[in-house]
């Protein structure tokens, strides 16, 4: 902010302006316009030196308060804070295992943000042809009487892998791992399908029942195929066996 300063009227100036009042009319006329020249160029510097001294000191004084009042008038800055960015992944998209087998299903996630246990919540849940249904949730498994099923990876490390113990047919669906961060915001991974493969039991052959349909349309299409091409021989052999029954 800028500080005005008017300049005060020289003293010359003012003996000048009192001396040209004075005068008396007997006073000869050189005289009278040799006062009157010192008079005016007295007055001219003092303008000069007037103007100077306001240009050197500032602006205008209204164009300077309205600057001052317009950056009162803005509002401070707020910082807001970064958004969070977690990328979930679930590995591998399907997953097969056999009843009494111990299946891992694989969640990692990843972030910008250095994060803990106590940033997050991990859940997992399991859509099938019931619905959905939820084995865990921040991070401690819900379901009751049950401890098949449980967290093996360390989440300060990223890692919120499931691990299934003894799984049976009633474990199969799809598996989905669901993060939630502090601010609420909730990543959910692309999911895991599981398949489990039934134990028969017959010759201690374990085998799928897909499987074991394959087979079978196998064989019967070679034994197809094989009537197919023997037919002719055996015509032909037939007809051997006549012509020599003939002539006998």
């Known amino acids: 902010m ?12 003012l003996f000048l302006l009192v001396l040209l009042v004075r005068v008396r009319p007997h006073t000869s006329a050189a005289m009278r316009q040799h006062v009157g020249k010192l008079c005016a160029s007295a007055v001219s510097s003092f ?6 001294d306001v240009g050197v000191s500032g602006g205008n004084p209204s164009t300077e308060r309205a600057a001052v009042s317009h950056r009162a008038a803005q509002p401070p800055l707020l910082t807001t804070p970064e958004p969070w960015h977690l990328l979930v992944t679930q590995t591998p998209a399907k997953e097969k295992a056999k009843e009494g087998e111990t299946v891992v299903l694989n969640c990692h ?10 940033d997050l919540t991990v859940k997992w849940y399991k859509e099938d042809e019931k619905g959905q249904m939820d084995l865990l949730e921040n991070n401690v498994t819900i379901l009751p009487n049950n401890s098949r099923i449980f ?6 490390q990223g890692d919120a892998s499931l691990v299934i113990l003894n799984v049976t047919t009633g474990d199969h669906g799809i598996y989905y791992c669901e993060v939630t961060l502090p601010d609420g915001k909730v990543v959910t991974g692309d999911g895991t399908k599981l398949r489990i493969r039934r134990a028969l039991g017959l010759f201690g052959i374990e085998e799928s029942i897909g499987t074991i349909i394959g087979v079978v349309a196998a064989g019967i299409g070679g034994l197809v195929i094989l009537i197919i091409v023997l037919t002719p021989q055996l015509r032909r052999c037939a007809l051997c066996m006549k012509q020599g029954s003939h002539q006998a």
């Open 109 to 118: 996630f990843s972030s910008p943000q250095r994060l803990s246990l106590a």
């Open 47 to 52: 303008l000069f030196f007037l103007l100077v």
């Open 151 to 156: 967290l093996s990876g360390d989440l300060s």
């Open 2 to 13: 800028h500080t005005y300063f008017v300049s005060p009227v020289p003293p010359a100036l």
